[in-house]
């Protein structure tokens, strides 16, 4: 591919259409990246229920701190920088607990040790 912009903002069709490609391609990708963390939040719902039921906290660190190791090495095999990765599931864990929390005030709260991040 070649650069295309001449000063005057004009593209290259060629340039333009792969751009397009590109570009819907990553739109695919959100979408899909979308509907799986829909997906995630709805077992990790699951859990909290679970938790709130048996009076469970939710959080717990030992299986984060799993997770995270897990993550970062698969990050690493797919040639994806692990810090990104952990900050993302670290992003999503804290929604995780943030939810669990709410379903266990609604339940009258809880204690004890159980997985947060499932």
């Known amino acids: 591919m070649t650069t295309s912009n001449t000063g005057t ?3 290259e069709p ?4 792969e751009l397009a490609r590109l570009r819907d391609s990553i739109d695919n990708i959100d979408a899909a990246v979308v509907h799986m963390l829909a997906e995630r939040f709805k077992c990790t719902q699951q859990v909290g229920h679970l938790k709130a039921r048996h009076r469970l906290p939710p959080a717990d660190p030992a299986r984060e701190a799993r997770q995270i190791a897990r993550l970062r090495a698969l990050a690493e095999s797919a040639k994806l920088d692990p810090a990104f990765a952990e900050k993302f599931l670290n992003f999503i864990v804290a929604e995780v607990i943030h939810h669990h929390e709410r379903i266990a005030e609604s339940n009258g709260g809880g204690a004890g040790a ?3 991040s499932d």
Do not use: L, Q, R, T
């Open 9 to 11: 903002g004009a593209v």
């Open 14 to 17: 060629a340039v333009s259409e």
């Open 114 to 116: 159980a997985p947060a």
